[in-house]
């Protein structure tokens, strides 16, 4: 059982790694120093559906870990 939630642990944790890279940044890298001008913006669409899919599976993660700390 604990090998079983090993592996999905793995599985979600890649899919959690695609989420957070797909996800786009207004100026990127110039934001994070600074730049980028806007004061407020607001996640719509796809962005918004990828931000709640991230959300979910961060979850999941941390509820799969937490099993696989407790199961012996």
């Not at 793995?10 to 990127?28: F, K």
């Not at 806007?38 to 599976?57: H, L, M, P, Q």
């Amino acid at each position: 059982m604990n090998s079983i939630l090993f592996y999905f642990q793995i599985a979600i944790s890649a899919i959690l790694i695609i989420l957070i890279v797909i996800q786009q940044r207004g100026a990127a890298l110039g934001s994070g120093f600074g730049g980028g001008g806007e004061v407020y913006s607001t996640k719509r669409g796809a962005e918004k559906k990828i931000y709640y899919a991230t959300i979910a599976v961060v979850t999941i993660f941390l509820v799969l870990g937490v099993l696989n700390i407790l199961m012996p």
